[in-house]
């Protein structure tokens, strides 16, 4: 096996081998190496640059507001452009309340999927129902919205929610008198759509679970439950975090299928049985007619709804550093 | 897997060999007898017509080259095997005289029983604590758990060394400590049986000549069965030793794996009967 060697480098009779290498090193491999590395850099880079650009403008814009309504930007619920008053107090009410009810719902939901497609399905079923659940994240949310207003709400979502008024009803968060479309009825079909991303990726969490730790537990006469409590979910906790956090980061942001269910009444109430409102669906509805300072106010409640995503993300992160230490 | 089903042939095997291998000590009925085992995977043979005798409180250990079914063997006597799709075993494993593989036999009973320590440590992400007492737990034990925990690290001599981060994660520990937490974990559930595959594999020659003196005291009071690639090691711990050998079929492109000879270790390390387990043991091959 002979390496190919340039013909200058054959010519010159004083190169040694290791100058002759070093040489064609420099011509090929140094600098596409340089060039990919700088590719990167500047992809990874830009990422950040538009991050910054972003929050930098977005506050910009909102800043008139921001000084003219103070803190009670975010602490009023009155909402009232025509007279110059906004308060989103009830928006961002209304975007937490959607978003907890989906994951308190998706959450038991995706991890029983997964749970069932990586340990206890039949290894022929395992492809078609993930492939299936997979599919589910793509559905556009203006169709699971028109669904959730058409098809679930009067064959769900209504009889649900005064089915737990009825039982529930002394209980505040279920007072009725109820609604489909509520708090309720969005945050069902938010769960819905979160599902598939929540599934798929604690499905990938659980199958990286080491099979010398699933042989442990079994070895010890562990049940297919109990190995799973005992060695799959603890090396998975960290996972489920990060996957639940995407799907809220999802459900924090999701528009128009909240527009179409959430019945935009902006009132802070206690019962997730009426209508409410929340930050995405406002600013989709209201947009088109804003006049300018509605628009910039509009613009602030983005920023507030940024600035909730991060704050979630970042205590998520932190939770997931205290969890890998222990 | 019952009488019925073994042919005749299968019988004189197994008969064969019972003569071969050493006598069972009298009032010590083995604790596990196993008689024309064969292994399939997915329909190819891995092991075929095994029949050997473990011997309660002894070492056995379980040797040949790589790819000989060593693992394969091992992981019958709890079935470990069921845990791998294709897997399909024949022939008789007894334990105590009862079919582990019998209709009706729930396999996680048969694992309460007889332990087992793997290749690679293989710890639980929790702490110290919470590995020991996992079997325990899962098998309801009603007892003082504290007791219990300090009994088995005690007995893995494990416990000097941990008993200060009790609460720590079992992650934290070296390899050979780990391994030891594993062997540690096994012995909480009380088996009479503790099933090693490699056990010092992954470990030091520090760490392993530990695992071995530990052997050798866990041997008063369990039954244990060794799986090693390390000649030396089933010549230094075990009491009776299975050589195991591949067998190949050209024409057909499958391979398998045989029981060679059973017997002393001493007589297999001094005295072997078959030219294939001389050659082995002697460092010719594997």
């Given at each position: 096996?002979?390496?190919p060697?340039?013909?200058?480098?054959?010519?010159?009779?004083?190169?040694?081998?290791?100058?002759r290498f070093r040489r064609?090193r420099?011509?090929?491999?140094?600098?596409?190496?340089?060039?990919?590395?700088?590719?990167?850099a500047?992809?990874?880079?830009l990422v950040?640059?538009?991050?910054?650009?972003?929050?930098?403008?977005?506050?910009?814009?909102a800043?008139?507001v921001?000084?003219s309504q103070?803190?009670?930007?975010?602490?009023?619920?009155?909402?009232r452009?025509?007279?110059?008053?906004?308060?989103?107090l009830?928006?961002?009410?209304?975007?937490?309340?959607?978003?907890?009810?989906a994951?308190?719902?998706?959450?038991?939901?995706?991890?029983?999927?997964?749970?069932?497609?990586?340990?206890v399905?039949?290894?022929w079923?395992?492809?078609?129902?993930a492939?299936?659940?997979d599919?589910?994240a793509?559905?556009p949310?203006?169709?699971?919205?028109?669904?959730?207003?058409?098809?679930?709400?009067?064959?769900?979502?209504?009889?649900?929610?005064?089915?737990?008024?009825?039982?529930?009803?002394?209980i505040p968060?279920?007072?009725?008198?109820a609604?489909?479309?509520?708090?309720?009825?969005?945050?069902?079909?938010?769960?819905?759509?979160?599902?598939?991303?929540?599934?798929?990726?604690?499905?990938?969490?659980?199958?990286?679970?080491?099979v010398?730790d699933?042989?442990a537990?079994?070895?010890?006469?562990?049940t297919?439950?109990e190995?799973?409590?005992?060695?799959?979910?603890?090396?998975?906790?960290a996972?489920i975090?990060?996957?639940?956090?995407?799907?809220?980061?999802?459900?924090?942001?999701?528009t128009?299928?909240?527009?179409?269910?959430?019945?935009?009444?902006?009132?802070?109430?206690a019962?997730i049985l009426?209508p409410?409102?929340?930050?995405?669906?406002?600013?989709?509805?209201?947009?088109?007619?804003?006049?300018?300072?509605?628009?910039?106010?509009?613009?602030g409640?983005?920023?507030?709804?940024?600035?909730i995503t991060?704050m979630?993300?970042?205590?998520?992160?932190?939770?997931?550093?205290?969890?890998?230490?222990? | 897997?019952?009488?019925?089903?073994?042919?005749?042939?299968?019988?004189?095997?197994?008969?064969?060999r019972?003569?071969?291998?050493?006598?069972?000590?009298?009032?010590?009925?083995?604790?596990?007898?196993?008689?024309?085992?064969?292994?399939?995977?997915?329909?190819?043979?891995?092991?075929?017509?095994v029949s050997?005798?473990v011997?309660?409180?002894?070492?056995?250990a379980?040797?040949?080259?790589?790819?000989?079914?060593?693992?394969?063997?091992?992981?019958?006597f709890?079935?470990?095997?069921d845990?791998?799709?294709g897997?399909?075993?024949?022939?008789?494993?007894?334990?105590?005289?009862?079919?582990?593989?019998a209709?009706?036999?729930?396999p996680?009973?048969?694992r309460?029983?007889?332990?087992?320590?793997?290749?690679?440590?293989?710890?639980?992400?929790?702490s110290?604590?919470?590995?020991?007492?996992?079997?325990?737990?899962i098998n309801?034990?009603?007892?003082?758990?504290?007791?219990?925990?300090?009994?088995?690290?005690?007995?893995?001599?494990?416990?000097?060394?941990?008993?200060?981060?009790?609460?720590?994660?079992?992650?934290a520990?070296?390899?050979?400590?780990?391994?030891?937490?594993?062997?540690a974990?096994?012995?909480?559930?009380?088996?009479?049986?503790?099933?090693?595959?490699e056990p010092?594999?992954?470990?030091?020659?520090?760490?392993?000549?530990r695992?071995e003196?530990?052997m050798?005291?866990l041997?008063?009071?369990?039954?244990?069965?060794?799986?090693?690639?390390?000649?030396?090691?089933?010549?230094?711990?075990?009491?009776?030793?299975?050589?195991?050998?591949t067998e190949?079929?050209?024409?057909?492109?499958q391979r398998?794996?045989?029981?060679?000879?059973?017997?002393?270790?001493?007589?297999?390390f001094?005295?072997?009967?078959?030219?294939?387990?001389e050659?082995?043991?002697?460092?010719?091959?594997?």
């Amino acid at each position: 096996m002979s390496e190919p060697v340039s013909p200058e480098a054959l010519s010159t009779a004083s190169s040694t081998r290791a100058e002759r290498f070093r040489r064609e090193r420099t011509r090929l491999g140094r600098r596409a190496d340089t060039l990919f590395a700088g590719l990167t850099a500047l992809a990874g880079l830009l990422v950040l640059i538009i991050l910054a650009y972003m929050v930098l403008t977005t506050t910009n814009v909102a800043l008139p507001v921001f000084r003219s309504q103070g803190l009670s930007f975010v602490t009023s619920a009155t909402w009232r452009p025509a007279d110059g008053q906004f308060g989103i107090l009830a928006f961002v009410y209304g975007t937490l309340v959607t978003s907890a009810i989906a994951l308190v719902i998706a959450v038991p939901l995706s991890l029983g999927v997964s749970l069932y497609l990586v340990e206890v399905a039949p290894r022929w079923l395992r492809g078609p129902v993930a492939y299936a659940v997979d599919l589910l994240a793509a559905v556009p949310s203006v169709v699971y919205g028109l669904w959730g207003v058409f098809v679930l709400l009067p064959l769900f979502l209504q009889p649900a929610a005064e089915f737990l008024s009825r039982t529930l009803g002394f209980i505040p968060i279920f007072a009725g008198p109820a609604s489909g479309i509520s708090y309720f009825g969005a945050g069902v079909v938010l769960a819905i759509m979160i599902v598939p991303i929540i599934s798929s990726l604690s499905r990938e969490v659980f199958r990286a679970v080491p099979v010398e730790d699933r042989h442990a537990a079994y070895a010890l006469g562990a049940t297919r439950w109990e190995m799973i409590r005992g060695a799959v979910l603890p090396r998975s906790r960290a996972g489920i975090v990060g996957a639940t956090m995407l799907g809220l980061g999802r459900a924090l942001g999701e528009t128009i299928a909240v527009a179409l269910l959430i019945g935009s009444r902006a009132e802070v109430g206690a019962s997730i049985l009426k209508p409410g409102y929340s930050i995405a669906a406002l600013i989709a509805n209201t947009f088109g007619e804003a006049n300018p300072e509605g628009i910039r106010a509009l613009v602030g409640a983005g920023v507030v709804l940024f600035a909730i995503t991060i704050m979630i993300n970042m205590a998520a992160r932190m939770l997931v550093w205290r969890m890998v230490e222990r | 897997m019952n009488e019925n089903t073994i042919s005749l042939e299968e019988n004189i095997t197994a008969t064969e060999r019972g003569s071969e291998g050493p006598a069972p000590a009298f009032g010590a009925p083995s604790v596990f007898t196993v008689r024309g085992l064969g292994v399939h995977y997915g329909g190819l043979p891995a092991l075929r017509d095994v029949s050997l005798d473990v011997q309660p409180r002894e070492i056995t250990a379980i040797i040949g080259p790589s790819g000989c079914g060593k693992s394969t063997l091992i992981r019958c006597f709890n079935r470990m095997n069921d845990l791998i799709p294709g897997a399909e075993v024949s022939g008789e494993v007894l334990y105590h005289g009862e079919d582990i593989y019998a209709a009706g036999v729930d396999p996680v009973t048969v694992r309460r029983r007889i332990g087992m320590v793997f290749q690679r440590p293989n710890p639980f992400p929790k702490s110290v604590y919470d590995n020991v007492a996992f079997g325990a737990r899962i098998n309801g034990y009603k007892g003082d758990m504290d007791e219990l925990v300090e009994r088995s690290l005690r007995r893995a001599a494990l416990w000097d060394e941990v008993k200060s981060k009790l609460r720590k994660s079992a992650l934290a520990l070296s390899g050979g400590q780990q391994q030891r937490l594993c062997i540690a974990r096994a012995i909480a559930v009380e088996p009479d049986v503790i099933l090693m595959d490699e056990p010092a594999s992954a470990l030091d020659p520090i760490a392993t000549v530990r695992i071995e003196d530990l052997m050798q005291e866990l041997k008063q009071e369990y039954s244990i069965v060794i799986v090693t690639h390390n000649m030396q090691q089933a010549a230094r711990v075990s009491d009776r030793t299975a050589f195991l050998y591949t067998e190949v079929d050209e024409a057909a492109g499958q391979r398998w794996g045989i029981l060679v000879e059973f017997g002393d270790t001493s007589d297999i390390f001094t005295r072997p009967r078959d030219k294939r387990t001389e050659d082995y043991v002697s460092g010719r091959f594997g």
